[in-house]
């Protein structure tokens, strides 16, 4: 295709928000099928090859991105992808910290996706990054605006186009050196200093092909809550410290069953191997899970990142409230989550709003919490199951050991018979 024909396509899908609603054709249904008969640089030309052919239109977005910025360095073995929605409050704290870290510069560059659906107001986030990157001679971030078709909107979308970015400029350089895509968010409080030197180092001396970064959410806020509040919210402060008890939970089935599970904010992964998972669906969210289970499918060697904690925003304390009561039956409902979904982005997620939507929350029935911890449990073990391709009740009977030995060590508390979590597939 010519580069005048090129332009006017790519015109075309701004005028109309985005031809991203097309019939997508995931490489992973056909690459899974060749995945001993590829070399590195073979699987990534043959995904690149299936994305142009089934995705037109935004492959030669993709290669217009590319040509806007320069060629990646020689040098540079590590891309950083960051997806961007409303964080004018927390990007520049994020870019900091991650500038702040002992890698030097020159081996990694940031692909930052400022992304917006289509017909909804632009917050300042664009603003900040290109002075940010002004004043501060930022030549390695790399600052990609996206507006999408509303039906893919999201933080998956992002990342992908991101992450397929990254990967066509490694493709583009041409050469056989080891080259990394890493995941973060854009809303970091805080990043250990030696994160992406301890990674890139364990990713040469092991050959992994996947680490998955240990992250927590701030809960800083939790604290400045009054007494009062715990004394008519007593079942909310159980369910807070049970979602702890469930992650310690977690923990011991995956490492029983050589599980892992990479989560946005921090995760790597070998360039090659991303092309042989079929990089990232084309989803809105779940994309850090689609990452692990296909990776685990295939056979890829994947681990745990020996370094510290990666510490995210207090306001994913409040958006978790959905993410882990969505197992439930919603206890309190998608009215109440898009309502204060809005009223966090329109104050840009200052401390005092935040504690004002935690006070608002209302506490939690006494029948739901045994609810979030079966179906919590569930969404685990079916995971683990999925991932390592396992009947679930081999899982799941690993499990109720683990959580009685547990119990009896009196690291977690919210066993009972009346769970009954024998019968947990029965239903």
Not at 56 to 68: I, P, R, S, V
Not at 103 to 122: A, H, Q, T
Not at 272 to 301: C, K, M, V
Request: aromatic content about 8%; overall charge negative; glycine content about 4%.
């Amino acid at each position: 295709m010519e580069k005048s024909s090129k332009l006017n396509l790519l015109q075309t899908i701004k005028k109309e928000g985005g031809k991203d609603d097309i019939t997508y054709i995931d490489p992973y249904l056909i690459l899974k099928k060749e995945k001993d008969l590829l070399s590195d640089s073979e699987a990534i030309g043959k995904y690149l090859d299936i994305e142009k052919q089934g995705e037109t239109a935004y492959f030669y977005e993709l290669e217009n991105f590319c040509e806007q910025l320069k060629q990646l360095p020689k040098e540079c073995e590590l891309s950083i992808v960051i997806p961007a929605y409303h964080e004018e409050q927390g990007i520049q704290h994020t870019l900091e910290s991650i500038y702040k870290t002992t890698l030097d510069s020159k081996f990694y560059e940031i692909i930052l996706v400022v992304n917006y659906p289509e017909g909804e107001v632009r917050d300042k986030t664009l603003d900040i990054v290109n002075n940010l990157k002004k004043k501060n001679k930022l030549n390695n971030l790399h600052i990609v605006e996206k507006i999408f078709n509303k039906k893919i909107a999201g933080v998956g979308a992002a990342r992908k186009l991101g992450s397929d970015i990254a990967l066509l400029r490694y493709e583009k350089r041409h050469d056989n050196s080891n080259f990394y895509i890493a995941g973060t968010d854009a809303d970091i409080v805080t990043v250990p200093e030696d994160n992406y030197v301890q990674a890139l180092h364990q990713l040469k001396e092991t050959g992994a092909d996947v680490l998955a970064g240990p992250v927590t959410i701030d809960q800083s806020l939790v604290g400045k809550l009054p007494e009062e509040f715990w004394k008519t919210h007593e079942n909310l402060a159980v369910l807070i410290e049970t979602s702890k008890q469930l992650t310690k939970v977690k923990e011991s089935i995956s490492k029983e069953f050589q599980s892992f599970s990479v989560t946005g904010p921090n995760y790597f992964i070998k360039a090659s191997s991303y092309a042989r998972i079929g990089g990232i669906p084309r989803l809105q969210t779940g994309e850090d899970i689609a990452i692990s289970t296909r990776a685990s499918n295939l056979g890829l060697r994947c681990e745990a990142l020996q370094a510290q904690t990666i510490t995210v925003s207090a306001r994913r304390f409040i958006f978790d409230f959905n993410s882990m009561l969505a197992h439930t039956e919603s206890i309190y409902g998608a009215a109440w989550f898009t309502e204060v979904s809005k009223k966090i982005r329109e104050s840009g997620y200052n401390e005092e709003t935040l504690l004002s939507i935690i006070k608002d929350i209302p506490d939690i029935p006494d029948t739901k919490l045994k609810d979030y911890i079966k179906n919590r449990l569930k969404f685990i073990i079916n995971t683990i199951a999925l991932q390592k391709n396992i009947n679930v009740n081999l899982v799941l009977n690993s499990t109720i050991d683990i959580i009685k030995e547990k119990t009896e060590q009196k690291e977690i508390n919210f066993y009972s018979e009346e769970l009954n979590l024998e019968k947990l597939f029965s239903t």
